[in-house]
């Protein structure tokens, strides 16, 4: 993690933060953008131009002067009248860009996110610490544009204040200097807090998995059934403890350094009024001037405070955009350049397993070890084995969401890495594992599995057909057009098996792909529909003479008995290779297998 830090605000950073930002604010709404950038700095210029009429005041009141008495007081009414009308403006302005910044920024950290070709970084702690940096932080980069607007705001008034200061004594600058040393230390305990945050990025993730898992209603059976909330409750305080400890001693000490900070500010200040009066009464300096120097005197400290606080916050969104600009140059950096190979059409050719060897990062063995193996196109491959032997961890890599530590993976006798990467995406489809769970209309839910078709009715009925779940749309409430999940108005929730099933009916909806992934795509089902299901997706392929290679992966031997080609692995390594047939008749571990299988079910 610790490299990946780099809190300096250099202004390379400030300058591309405050691009980025309001490039966002005008892409979210251009007026009301305008709008801030216009009047922000003549709301700046404002309190100057009172301290100025101030002094206009006094000194013409000494002379009595009545014009200048009453070019005073209409030069304060209008900066006053000016003054209110901006920051109203301006605020009304900041809050509704704040929410539409937000929003234009979480959907480009969506697309980014997303976009990221493959999985790797999902097994990388780093980038998981930076990505939760910014998940935790992300909402502050709606406000970021205007804590950003407010900077200039600030410092156009703090140079005004210091420009008029000056033109009564120059002297007066060394208060300017005087406020240095709190800039500084509040600089100092804002990037000592940040270090605490980023370095507790681990337990604080932690903590929050364990809010998450507590709290959500996939936990509450087995959380009830071993009465897990207390265990669970301590580990989060813990935790807690961990997290913020540091953090808390890092706010502690920028108190400390900033208190010491105000102290030689106050007394700078009580300088300067000093040499200020002395010079008035020696006659060296007016009435007015002493009032000036009181009014900026005073508004000094609040812009010193001002931009103190306003220093702090912006140290804190160039940060925050920092982490966003850090997955932007990310996504950049492993985008693939899409510029490789065309994919060949249909019909499809042979899939060639050359040596392939995958490690996970971090394992200390190959989790794939030196497979070579040809699926042929238009083949129905079976992969079994135990738990953990591989299975899964090779059907990802078909689908090129990993690329090999070594060897490669050959198709029309060309290495998939070679092809453009979208374009060998849109000629897969795949039922995994985890599947997800698209809590859309049920047609569109089918129908993301092939996304210019998603509301194709006819094409998610026959997927849904195709996947043994016909019946399905005639027990919701709307047919296909029915709400999923329960958490909306009107939702229906699925059973796990049905949610299987849209999953599997998603990889029936591409034509023509040259790979179908099934990755155990029936375990919430019986084993009578799961072979059903295999079946139709076995004749489905075997009627077309597009080469569909379908690969499945499943821990039940009556449907697995029916591919073309069955690949034992075990162990990582491919141990058999063949049909039903030839396996059974080699008597090894599928044969094994097999037997322990079928005594089973006849035990039944
Ligand atoms: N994301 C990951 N990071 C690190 N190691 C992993 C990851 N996923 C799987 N592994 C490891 O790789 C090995 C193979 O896992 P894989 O998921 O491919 O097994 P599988 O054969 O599909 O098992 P199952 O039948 O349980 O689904 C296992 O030892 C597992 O611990
Ligand atoms: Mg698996």
């Known amino acids: 993690m610790s490299e990946l830090v780099d809190d300096r605000m250099t202004p390379r950073k400030l300058g591309r933060s405050t691009a980025l930002l309001i490039a966002a604010a005008f892409r979210a709404d251009p007026r009301k953008a305008l709008l801030v950038l216009v009047l922000t700095p003549v709301s700046g210029a404002t309190a100057a131009?009172?301290?100025?009429?101030?002094?206009?005041?006094?000194?013409?009141?000494?002379?009595?002067?009545?014009?200048?008495?009453?070019?005073?007081?209409?030069?304060?009414?209008?900066a006053l009248v000016?003054?209110?009308?901006?920051?109203?403006?301006?605020?009304?302005?900041?809050?509704?860009?704040?929410?539409?910044?937000?929003?234009?920024?979480?959907?480009?950290?969506m697309?980014?996110?997303?976009?990221?070709?493959?999985?790797?970084?999902h097994e990388n702690p780093a980038y998981q610490d930076r990505l939760d940096l910014l998940r935790n932080h992300r909402q502050g980069l709606g406000g970021a544009f205007g804590i950003i607007v407010e900077n200039a705001r600030t410092l156009i008034t703090f140079g005004l204040t210091v420009s008029l200061l000056m033109s009564v004594r120059p002297e007066l600058l060394f208060l300017v200097l005087l406020a240095l040393p709190t800039v500084l230390a509040v600089r100092r305990g804002e990037r000592a807090t940040a270090q605490a945050e980023e370095t507790t990025t681990e337990p604080n993730r932690l903590r929050k998995s364990l809010f998450a898992l507590v709290?959500?209603?996939l936990s509450a059976k087995e959380i009830r059934v071993y009465g897990l909330q207390g265990e669970l409750a301590e580990r989060h305080r813990d935790l807690q403890e961990q997290v913020d400890g540091p953090k808390r001693r890092a706010e502690w000490r920028s108190t400390l350094w900033t208190s010491g900070g105000w102290t030689l500010f106050g007394l700078g200040f009580a300088g300067a009024l000093y040499l200020v009066v002395s010079a008035a009464l020696q006659g060296k300096a007016t009435p007015g001037d002493v009032v000036l120097t009181l009014s900026l005197g005073s508004q000094l400290t609040s812009n010193v405070s001002g931009m103190i606080t306003m220093l702090s916050f912006l140290q804190r969104s160039v940060r925050t955009v920092g982490y966003y600009?850090?997955?932007?140059?990310?996504?950049?950096?492993?985008?693939?350049?899409?510029?490789?190979?065309?994919?060949?059409?249909?019909?499809?050719?042979?899939?060639?397993?050359?040596?392939?060897?995958?490690?996970?990062?971090?394992?200390?063995?190959?989790?794939?070890?030196?497979?070579?193996?040809?699926?042929?196109?238009?083949?129905?491959?079976?992969i079994v084995g135990e738990n953990g032997a591989g299975k899964t961890t090779l059907v990802k890599l078909l689908c090129q969401m990993y690329q090999p530590t070594s060897g490669r993976i050959t198709y029309a006798g060309r290495d998939i890495t070679d092809y453009d990467l979208q374009a060998w995406r849109s000629r897969t489809t795949a039922c995994f594992q985890d599947y997800l769970r698209p809590e859309f209309l049920l047609h569109e839910s089918v129908g993301l599995g092939d996304l210019p078709r998603i509301d194709d009715f006819p094409a998610a009925e026959r997927a849904l057909d195709r996947a043994g779940a016909s019946a399905l749309p005639g027990l919701l409430p709307h047919g296909l057009r029915t709400q999923l999940g329960a958490t909306f108005p009107g939702g229906t929730d699925l059973s796990g098996g049905q949610w299987q099933k849209l999953a599997m009916a998603r990889a029936g909806m591409r034509a023509a792909p040259l790979l179908r992934v099934l990755d155990e795509p029936a375990a919430n089902l019986d084993p009578a529909a799961e072979y059903e299901i295999f079946r139709s997706?076995?004749?489905?392929?075997a009627q077309s003479d597009e080469g569909?290679?379908?690969?499945?992966?499943?821990?039940?031997?009556?449907?697995?008995?029916?591919?073309?080609?069955?690949?034992?692995?075990?162990?990582?390594?491919?141990?058999?290779?063949?049909?039903?047939?030839?396996?059974?008749?080699?008597?090894?571990?599928?044969?094994?297998?097999?037997?322990?299988?079928?005594?089973?079910?006849?035990?039944?």
């Not at 009545?66 to 009414?77: E, F, I, K, R, T």
């Not at 950096?333 to 499809?348: D, L």
């Not at 094994?592 to 035990?603: E, I, N, R, S």
Request: aromatic share 6%; net charge negative; glycine share 6%.
């Open 537 to 541: 997706f076995q004749e489905t392929a």
């Open 111 to 121: 697309t980014l996110c997303g976009s990221l070709p493959q999985l790797d970084h």
């Open 325 to 382: 600009l850090w997955l932007d140059d990310h996504a950049k950096a492993v985008a693939t350049a899409g510029n490789g190979s065309a994919v060949p059409p249909p019909p499809g050719h042979d899939l060639v397993l050359d040596r392939l060897t995958f490690r996970y990062p971090g394992a200390a063995r190959p989790n794939l070890d030196n497979l070579s193996l040809r699926l042929p196109a238009g083949s129905t491959v079976a």
């Open 215 to 217: 709290t959500s209603p």
């Open 82 to 109: 000016v003054a209110f009308l901006a920051s109203t403006l301006v605020a009304e302005a900041r809050i509704q860009l704040q929410l539409r910044v937000g929003l234009v920024l979480d959907q480009r950290i």
């Open 548 to 604: 569909t290679i379908t690969v499945f992966v499943s821990h039940r031997f009556a449907t697995v008995r029916s591919a073309d080609l069955i690949v034992v692995l075990d162990d990582c390594r491919i141990r058999e290779v063949g049909s039903h047939e030839e396996l059974m008749a080699a008597g090894d571990l599928y044969a094994t297998l097999y037997a322990l299988h079928a005594k089973g079910y006849q035990d039944q």
């Open 49 to 78: 131009v009172t301290a100025i009429g101030l002094r206009l005041m006094v000194d013409s009141a000494t002379a009595a002067d009545l014009a200048g008495m009453m070019s005073a007081a209409a030069l304060m009414a209008g």
